[in-house]
């Protein structure tokens, strides 16, 4: 029996371990519908994705159970009307916790507690006084249990709209009707090492900025980008932005120590004839093109080299939602577990994906699935001569035929400008160097981003500039990778 329980301590330990080194990719799993699938066959359909950590909006202990054994990461909530009897009462703490998580632990993996969403700016000053005493008590019943202490974190999930300046990133700076409080939270999750939890939406941006050089910014497309003038960065996506914006205002504050995790993002589907942006070609290139970023373990600007922890919204639709379309529009996957848009997170595609693809890492590994033969193009002729190759089950990304060179200096700035990629074999003295010319370095570092970023056919997109070809465009020592 001593054997038996030690071996399954072992065990629980390893899913334990292997929850917080794993994905950086979570998603949200709201529960305004009527028409969800059973938690058990939800805990199966997370089980075939790449998605290593969920977050629930209170505390169903359904779906934590259904979550048990499976190494997944729970993030669960304390509901708003919880917190007056949390922050005045310890023993309420203490119920909650021997409720709701120690029942559970460690076979479901509860790693962090949310108190309230949104707080500061509910606009209820009772609650906002009220959220920095239920964290503490709810930290000190966590603390008062030996298997749970050191496990959980406490935080409390903020808007975006707590900063009064975001752009250009460096300028990012916290509300300041709010600072006070907010530092006294601050101070809580630097002490315990909690992460300050953000619902960044470019969505929403996109939505105040309707424009189609922003569009491409918020959806990770070619695009000039945006300088900020204070670091000389060139940001090339609204998400880096954002995220760079709230770690200004964090350092700028006296929090540099506190990490950021994303709570919430993602990109409806659909929406009414008077909304912008919802769409399912931009809800897939959104977040297909974050996933992938994600992957790259480029990180920001600001902080780079590591992905941030990201909750993606959301695993299903809630059709009980109020409000426009789009609001119950933002699911990733139907009821009977079918893919609304395939987002590149079944375990089958993320795993042709290089789990970091730096500058000097090889190229990941060819799709086990072959996409539809393209239109072939010009620009595909074209690579024929330079290089007779023999028929391929691979494909290349480069230029469709006619595409202005304002349009082609663009996509190589884009690509040239992510972390992952090397232009190297483009410049001066490179392999790749000869012919000079805009288009032959295009279609080099076009098919970079498109073998380095998923394989997926939106990665070889371009704002509709590119291509597929079978036909191998390699040259001479210009060796394109497929």
């Given at each position: 029996?001593?054997?038996?329980?030690?071996?399954?301590?072992?065990?629980?330990?390893?899913?334990?371990?292997?929850?917080?080194?794993?994905?950086?990719?979570?998603?949200?799993?709201?529960?305004?519908?009527?028409?969800?699938?059973?938690?058990?066959?939800?805990?199966?359909?997370?089980?075939?994705?790449?998605?290593?950590?969920?977050?629930?909006?209170?505390?169903?202990?359904?779906?934590?159970?259904?979550?048990?054994?499976?190494?997944?990461?729970?993030?669960?909530?304390?509901?708003?009307?919880?917190?007056?009897?949390?922050?005045?009462?310890?023993?309420?703490?203490?119920?909650?916790?021997?409720?709701?998580?120690?029942?559970?632990?460690?076979?479901?993996?509860?790693?962090?507690?949310?108190?309230?969403?949104?707080i500061l700016y509910s606009g209820d000053?009772?609650?906002?006084?009220?959220?920095?005493?239920?964290?503490?008590?709810?930290?000190?019943?966590?603390?008062?249990?030996?298997?749970?202490?050191?496990?959980?974190?406490?935080?409390?999930?903020?808007?975006?709209?707590?900063?009064?300046?975001?752009?250009?990133?460096?300028?990012?700076?916290?509300?300041?009707?709010?600072?006070?409080?907010?530092?006294?939270?601050?101070?809580?999750?630097?002490?315990?090492?909690?992460?300050?939890?953000?619902?960044?939406?470019?969505?929403?941006?996109?939505?105040?900025?309707?424009?189609?050089?922003?569009?491409?910014?918020?959806?990770?497309?070619?695009?000039?980008?945006?300088?900020?003038?204070?670091?000389?960065?060139?940001?090339?996506?609204?998400?880096?932005?954002?995220?760079?914006?709230?770690?200004?205002?964090?350092?700028?504050?006296?929090?540099?120590?506190?990490?950021?995790?994303?709570?919430?993002?993602?990109?409806?589907?659909?929406?009414?004839?008077?909304?912008?942006?919802?769409?399912?070609?931009?809800?897939?290139?959104?977040?297909?093109?974050?996933?992938?970023?994600?992957?790259?373990?480029?990180?920001?600007?600001?902080?780079?080299?590591?992905?941030?922890?990201?909750?993606?919204?959301?695993?299903?639709?809630?059709?009980?939602?109020?409000?426009?379309?789009?609001?119950?529009?933002?699911?990733?996957?139907?009821?009977?577990?079918?893919?609304?848009?395939?987002?590149?997170?079944?375990?089958?595609?993320?795993?042709?994906?290089?789990?970091?693809?730096?500058?000097?890492?090889?190229?990941?590994?060819?799709?086990?699935?072959?996409?539809?033969?393209?239109?072939?193009?010009?620009?595909?002729?074209?690579?024929?001569?330079?290089?007779?190759?023999?028929?391929?089950?691979?494909?290349?990304?480069?230029?469709?035929?006619?595409?202005?060179?304002?349009?082609?200096?663009?996509?190589?700035?884009?690509?040239?400008?992510?972390?992952?990629?090397?232009?190297?074999?483009?410049?001066?003295?490179?392999?790749?160097?000869?012919?000079?010319?805009?288009?032959?370095?295009?279609?080099?570092?076009?098919?970079?981003?498109?073998q380095n970023s998923g394989r997926n056919?939106?990665?070889?997109?371009?704002?509709?500039?590119?291509?597929?070809?079978?036909?191998?465009?390699?040259?001479?020592?210009?060796?394109?990778?497929?």
């Amino acid at each position: 029996m001593a054997t038996l329980l030690y071996t399954s301590s072992l065990f629980f330990l390893f899913l334990f371990s292997l929850s917080e080194a794993q994905s950086f990719i979570g998603v949200n799993y709201g529960q305004v519908a009527d028409n969800l699938p059973a938690p058990e066959a939800t805990a199966e359909l997370l089980h075939s994705t790449s998605i290593q950590k969920v977050r629930l909006y209170g505390s169903d202990t359904a779906i934590i159970k259904a979550l048990a054994n499976t190494g997944i990461g729970i993030m669960i909530g304390v509901a708003n009307g919880d917190i007056p009897a949390m922050a005045t009462d310890p023993g309420f703490s203490q119920r909650w916790i021997s409720s709701n998580v120690l029942p559970f632990y460690p076979e479901s993996i509860v790693t962090t507690i949310n108190v309230g969403n949104e707080i500061l700016y509910s606009g209820d000053r009772d609650l906002m006084a009220q959220l920095l005493p239920a964290m503490k008590n709810l930290q000190s019943a966590i603390d008062s249990v030996s298997v749970l202490r050191g496990k959980i974190k406490v935080s409390t999930v903020h808007g975006m709209s707590m900063l009064t300046s975001s752009e250009p990133p460096s300028s990012g700076r916290f509300d300041p009707a709010i600072t006070d409080s907010l530092k006294e939270i601050l101070s809580f999750n630097n002490a315990t090492g909690s992460a300050f939890l953000i619902n960044p939406y470019p969505f929403f941006a996109y939505q105040s900025d309707p424009r189609p050089e922003t569009l491409d910014f918020c959806l990770f497309r070619p695009n000039a980008g945006r300088l900020d003038p204070a670091t000389n960065i060139r940001y090339t996506n609204m998400f880096d932005a954002q995220l760079d914006a709230v770690r200004s205002a964090l350092d700028s504050t006296g929090f540099r120590e506190v990490e950021i995790v994303v709570a919430e993002t993602g990109w409806p589907y659909a929406g009414d004839a008077n909304e912008v942006g919802p769409g399912i070609d931009n809800a897939k290139a959104y977040v297909g093109n974050l996933v992938s970023h994600l992957r790259s373990t480029a990180g920001t600007p600001l902080m780079p080299g590591k992905s941030v922890d990201t909750y993606l919204f959301a695993l299903y639709d809630e059709d009980l939602k109020p409000g426009p379309t789009s609001e119950r529009s933002f699911g990733l996957f139907y009821g009977n577990s079918t893919m609304i848009y395939d987002a590149g997170l079944s375990k089958s595609s993320s795993s042709n994906q290089s789990p970091a693809m730096s500058k000097t890492a090889p190229p990941p590994p060819p799709c086990s699935a072959t996409p539809p033969p393209p239109q072939p193009s010009s620009s595909s002729k074209d690579n024929n001569n330079r290089n007779a190759s023999r028929p391929s089950l691979l494909w290349w990304c480069v230029p469709k035929e006619g595409v202005p060179s304002v349009g082609l200096q663009a996509n190589i700035d884009y690509a040239c400008a992510q972390t992952y990629i090397d232009c190297g074999p483009i410049q001066p003295g490179g392999a790749c160097f000869q012919p000079n010319t805009i288009a032959s370095h295009a279609a080099y570092a076009m098919n970079l981003v498109y073998q380095n970023s998923g394989r997926n056919s939106w990665n070889c997109d371009f704002s509709r500039t590119a291509t597929l070809t079978s036909n191998n465009p390699s040259y001479d020592e210009c060796n394109y990778p497929a």
